[in-house]
């Protein structure tokens, strides 16, 4: 009975979190027991709990008593299952002599981390959260404890400049602190391919290997590089499978999620997949106003003399959308050159010093984001846009897309139809009526539309 309420519960909640946010947090979740109003599920971690207790004890409890259940609270406790987050093996404490962290190892000595150089500003306290990173960072924080091994790998992933290598080097620096006997080694997956072509080449192979099995905690940063390296891959997969088998701690970035990586071979898109795979959404207004916020006081520090008008940074964040890093350099220009000609940061001089920052990140929306923002709200995929299937679920999404990209792009019609997989453009101006007429009776789909259009024009 308990069983059926939830599978009924379960089935809604598909709809009311989105797929994603269903298998990842709600799947898991095993239904204990509801007594005197309070509903107790099992879960795999307590971070797990705590994550589904903020994010979805509302839908939760609101679809149980929309089912009939009388429903106060929600409980969320460990499974105590003994063998579940098995504990991270105590590591024999290294002589402290040797490096942990070595910058660039260059000079082949192979005991040597062969590792990437940390940005030292790159820590968690110089690292802004806000809605679009705070399951990121919050993920990226948990491992950063070097507790026990809860997921594995973790994998981050988001577009350009939205803080992927940040959050990576700031796991390394927190874990250095806190357990600094842990050998934990930061590269990319260029640097990755880069030793082992050497090591190939100076037929070490067998230290590269004996290095990368016997790190603790391994990040890789930008995986998507070694898409299409076939024997670089193949390594990449061994390695990463040694370590899972020791329970060592893996932190994965790529620029997409690892189902959309091409020429990344399955097995390793499957692997990836096995652990948190979390997403750095493009920052919203708030976000930025609060980096440049933060930026501001840290150049107040080194340009003690300047002062900046109200309204600019406000200005930079609405204006300037395309990445942290550009936003950033927007900033740091604009201080250099305040302080050069010894004036107030105002309005006028932000249009002045960053009139081809600004004129570029006006926003040129295309088709193509505007399908991939639409497949993901409706948790359908991306090739289904464009490719024939035409069952409701996802024609009528991609009939959205199309009237969106009518509305939103100066595309024609024809364009646009060879964008949805070379379709007429007949059939685009049909998808655009069919929406047009939806929209005069259906509140949920204008509801949906409104969002979409405010996800696109930021
Ligand atoms: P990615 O690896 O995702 O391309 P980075 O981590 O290199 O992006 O970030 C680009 C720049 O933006 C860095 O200087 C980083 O410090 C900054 N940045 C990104 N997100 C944030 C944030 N949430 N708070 C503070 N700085 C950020
Ligand atoms: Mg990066």
């Not at 891959?233 to 893996?250: G, P, R, S, W």
């Not at 999620?257 to 708030?286: F, M, N, W």
Request: with cysteine; proline share 4%; net charge positive.
């Amino acid at each position: 009975m308990l069983n059926e309420t939830w599978g009924l519960v379960r089935e809604e909640l598909i709809k009311r979190v989105g797929r994603n946010n269903y298998v990842t947090w709600i799947e898991p979740l095993k239904f204990s027991d509801l007594r005197n109003g309070v509903a107790r599920f099992e879960v795999p971690t307590s971070f797990f709990g705590d994550w589904v207790s903020r994010n979805f004890s509302d839908h939760i409890r609101a679809q149980l008593n929309t089912a009939g259940q009388q429903v106060e609270r929600i409980e969320f406790a460990v499974a105590n299952r003994p063998a579940a987050p098995v504990q991270r093996p105590a590591t024999p404490a290294k002589p402290a002599a040797q490096p942990r962290l070595r910058s660039n190892g260059r000079t082949g000595d192979a005991d040597e981390m062969p590792g990437a150089p940390l940005d030292s500003r790159f820590t968690f306290d110089s690292f802004v959260v806000g809605k679009p990173n705070e399951l990121a960072h919050a993920a990226a924080r948990r491992v950063a404890e070097g507790g026990p091994v809860t997921f594995n790998p973790l994998f981050l992933y988001g577009g350009v400049g939205l803080g992927k290598t940040h959050l990576m080097h700031a796991i390394a620096h927190e874990l250095q602190t806190r357990q600094p006997h842990l050998r934990v080694l930061y590269l990319s997956a260029e640097q990755f391919m880069y030793r082992f072509v050497q090591a190939l080449r100076e037929r070490q192979i067998m230290d590269f290997k004996e290095i990368f099995r016997s790190v603790d905690v391994l990040m890789v940063d930008d995986v998507q590089f070694i898409a299409g390296k076939d024997s670089t891959q193949e390594e990449f997969f061994h390695t990463f499978n040694a370590l899972v088998d020791q329970n060592k701690q893996i932190v994965i970035s790529a620029d997409r999620a690892p189902g959309e990586i091409k020429d990344l071979e399955e097995r390793i898109k499957s692997r990836l997949q096995c652990g948190l795979v979390v997403d750095l959404h493009p920052t919203d207004y708030e976000l930025r106003l609060g980096i440049l916020q933060q930026k501001v006081e840290l150049y107040r520090t080194q340009y003690s003399s300047l002062a900046i008008t109200d309204g600019v940074l406000e200005f930079l964040a609405h204006r300037i959308t395309t990445n942290v890093r550009v936003l950033e350099g927007a900033l740091t220009r604009l201080f250099a050159f305040a302080s050069l000609v010894g004036r107030e940061i105002t309005l006028e001089l932000a249009q002045d010093c960053l009139a081809d920052i600004l004129r570029a990140s006006d926003r040129k929306l295309t088709i193509e984001e505007i399908q991939r923002k639409v497949a993901e709200h409706y948790n359908i995929r991306l090739s289904d846009m464009i490719g024939p299937k035409r069952v409701r679920t996802i024609a009528r999404p991609r009939q959205i897309a199309m009237y969106l990209a009518k509305q939103l792009t100066p595309r024609s019609l024809p364009e646009i139809g060879r964008r949805f997989g070379g379709r007429d453009h007949t059939t685009i101006m049909h998808g655009v009526r069919k929406i047009e007429e939806l929209m005069a009776t259906d509140s949920q789909l204008n509801d949906d539309l409104q969002m979409l259009r405010r996800l696109l024009q930021g």
